[in-house]
């Protein structure tokens, strides 16, 4: 009973932060309105600097709170399906192989922009069967599947920075950032991602009780009556759902599908059920700290919100490699 007070207080403790981080994202720029303005720029009559915040802050906040979520609950997912604790799909080149596909599509049939997540999920679906492929040898075994991923991981980056560069200056230039950067949005990405990751999310945390089967042994799983084939595929598919979603608005985001998944079971525990929704919850606020971080330590300049978190989340994948010597092998 104390353990469930605990975790609904960290909840709750969470999601006032993530409110609060909202509202401070908001008025952090050259145009700052206090509280009241904001509410009666936006629901009462047209105030021209409201107006600003509303088409150029709320975009990149909304996207970096449901993109933030998507790839958190992905990492979770992911170390699930694979039994690896430090699988992260950024470290197996799934978000650069779907970052990849939408900088193809973008670049050479613009009219697809509002397909392009389908593609994406294509992309990611292929890189993540390559992975797969080439790391089974008899089992998936933890650290193999890693270092593979780092391989295919590189040589998907180059291609879409060499891809970026050919179809107009920079990755960008193909409409997708390789360095996870959310300037620039607008309220067609907001609807683009929010379309399509909600069902997403809805079916992880409908599988969420089954996910905590894959910890268990194949054989325990089917004396259960569960084909444990068909499950490993239903939850990889809504976790390469979820990250190439996030990947074909934001571009790639290091190390945020390792760092919320292990700080959420510390907090909350290993029970999927829960854990991914506060993987969720966790992931949108990293996502949306980074972005405004970013915004604001080197001001009237930005840093990317993927590069801060590829320069926090390096040393936390070598630590827990670390710590974890025994069982990688």
């Not at 040589?155 to 390789?178: D, R």
């Not at 607008?186 to 990751?197: I, K, Q």
């Not at 969420?208 to 569960?226: A, F, P």
């Not at 939850?235 to 979603?245: G, R």
Request: hydrophobic share 60%; proline share 4%; glycine share 12%.
């Amino acid at each position: 009973m104390k353990r469930s007070i605990l975790i609904t207080l960290i909840f709750i403790g969470t999601a006032a932060l993530l409110l609060g981080l909202f509202f401070f994202a908001i008025n952090q720029g050259s145009i700052q309105v206090s509280f009241a303005q904001l509410l009666r720029g936006l629901f009462v009559e047209y105030d021209p600097n409201v107006a600003a915040i509303y088409d150029l802050r709320f975009p990149r906040i909304l996207v970096a709170i449901l993109g933030g979520a998507a790839l958190a609950v992905a990492g979770a997912l992911f170390q699930a399906v694979l039994r690896n604790p430090v699988a992260d799909p950024s470290i197996i080149g799934i978000s650069s192989g779907a970052a990849l596909a939408s900088v193809l599509v973008i670049g050479l049939f613009p009219a697809l922009y509002f397909s392009s997540p389908i593609f994406a999920i294509i992309g990611g679906l292929v890189t993540f069967g390559i992975v797969y492929a080439l790391s089974y040898q008899g089992g998936l075994a933890p650290m193999r599947v890693v270092l593979v991923g780092i391989a295919v991981n590189a040589v998907l980056v180059g291609l879409g920075e060499g891809l970026g560069v050919i179809m107009g200056g920079g990755a960008g230039g193909g409409g997708v950032s390789f360095t996870g950067s959310l300037a620039m949005l607008t309220w067609s990405d907001v609807s683009l991602l929010a379309w399509y990751v909600t069902p997403a999310l809805i079916a992880a945390a409908l599988l969420s009780g089954r996910c905590n089967l894959l910890g268990l042994e194949d054989d325990t799983v089917r004396s259960l009556g569960v084909n444990v084939t068909t499950l490993r595929i239903m939850v990889s598919f809504v976790a390469v759902t979820l990250v190439s979603l996030a990947s074909a608005v934001m571009g790639v985001i290091a190390f945020l599908g390792l760092i919320v998944p292990h700080v959420a079971r510390l907090l909350v525990g290993s029970d999927n059920r829960v854990l991914l929704p506060y993987c969720a919850l966790g992931g949108a606020f990293l996502m949306l700290l980074a972005d405004t971080v970013g915004r604001l330590i080197a001001h009237p300049f930005e840093i990317h919100a993927g590069i801060l978190m590829a320069i926090i989340g390096g040393p936390m994948f070598i630590m827990l490699l670390r710590s974890g010597k025994k069982f990688y092998g």
